[in-house]
Every structure is written in C-alpha cells, then in structure tokens.
C-alpha cells in the first residue's frame, strides 16, 4: 500500500478553456486571424525541425508567413530568419545559417511567447 502511494502518477490537469489553449485551438483548426497564424505556424514549425525543414514544409508560404511576422516579431528576429532563408533558397551556407536560426529562435522564443499570450489574454477572456 505504501509503495502504491509512493509511486503513483500524478497528472495535471489541462485547461482547455484558458486563453492559451483557446489559441492553439483555434490555430490548429484555421480559425485563428493573421498575424497571429503565421506566427503560431512559425513557432511549431520550429519546435517541430528547425528552420531548415520549416522553409521545406512550408515552401508555397514562406514568404506570406515571414511577411506576417514581420507585424510581430522584433527587426533582428525577422533579419535572423530571413538571412536563414535567404542561404535556404540560394543553397549557400544553409545548414550554418539555418542552424544560427535555430539558435536564436530557442534563445528567443519567449518574444514569440509572450506576443501569443498578450493576444490570446486579450482576446479569450
């Protein structure tokens, strides 16, 4: 009985109605407005493979989300990512830039992070 206890799982309830969830919700389901899409899209294509295969998977929409972000993201976010896919369309130097692309999305993400949770406290509360 006392290793039952000792050992039992504790999980954490998921708010589906807080503002954040309500977000990505409505992302995954294509109901959330621009900018705030092409940002959500950016940031998962990110946390998903990095730079490198966001500019492969998101090929026909690169340059529609990376204008978007444009509207979000501070200048040395937008320059990091569109040297990155500067080297990404003209095969030079890719996997360097696209890797210091990497790094700087991780070392910055709460930026995108905090622009997600400002709009989503604003907008589903």
């Given at each position: 009985?006392?290793?039952?206890?000792?050992?039992?799982?504790?999980?954490?309830?998921?708010?589906?109605?807080?503002?954040?969830?309500?977000?990505?919700?409505?992302?995954?389901?294509?109901?959330?407005?621009?900018?705030?899409?092409?940002?959500?899209?950016?940031?998962?294509?990110?946390?998903?493979?990095?730079?490198?295969?966001?500019?492969?998977?998101?090929?026909?929409?690169?340059?529609?989300?990376?204008?978007?972000?444009k509207k979000l993201l501070s200048k040395v976010f937008i320059s990091t990512?569109?040297?990155?896919?500067?080297?990404?369309?003209?095969?030079?130097?890719?996997?360097?830039?696209?890797?210091?692309?990497?790094?700087?999305?991780?070392?910055?993400?709460?930026?995108?992070?905090?622009?997600?949770?400002?709009?989503?406290?604003?907008?589903?509360?």
């Open positions: 009985m006392f290793l039952k206890k000792l050992f039992k799982k504790k999980t954490k309830k998921i708010d589906l109605t807080s503002p954040w969830n309500i977000l990505w919700d409505n992302w995954s389901s294509g109901k959330l407005e621009e900018p705030y899409a092409s940002l959500c899209t950016y940031s998962s294509g990110i946390n998903g493979d990095g730079h490198y295969c966001f500019f492969d998977n998101e090929e026909e929409n690169v340059e529609i989300i990376l204008k978007e972000l990512i569109n040297k990155a896919y500067k080297a990404y369309k003209n095969d030079n130097n890719v996997e360097e830039n696209c890797d210091i692309a990497d790094d700087y999305f991780y070392d910055h993400e709460e930026e995108i992070n905090n622009v997600l949770q400002e709009y989503a406290d604003k907008t589903y509360k």
